[in-house]
């Protein structure tokens, strides 16, 4: 079976870019959390890029949220992206840095 998200690592200098394809809630939630704060604990920087969710719910918000305390943490999201409206109705985009790009979130 297909995983809901899937979470593609690739690593630029100091950074992880983290790109999460799919949708997160709370069934895998944790499961990608543990994935991105592993890799939190190896990095200067983590970059998520979230573009391409589906879906996210309020269990992903609060792990982006947490994953702030654990890392440098930077959101890639534009404002057509399914979930924008989302993110920033939650008020996550006061917490959390947002790019619209992978390089503008490296610069």
Known sequence: M????SVDLTQSG???????LGEIDLSNVSEVEDKLAATARDAKELVVDIRELR???SSGF???ERLTRKTQLRVVL???AIVHR???VTGLSEVVPIYSSIDDALA
């Open 78 to 80: 534009t404002e057509g």
């Open 55 to 57: 879906y996210i719910d």
């Open 14 to 20: 100091d950074a992880v870019i983290a790109t999460l």
């Open 2 to 5: 297909k995983p809901l998200c």
């Open 62 to 64: 609060g792990m982006l």
């Open 86 to 88: 989302a993110f920033t």
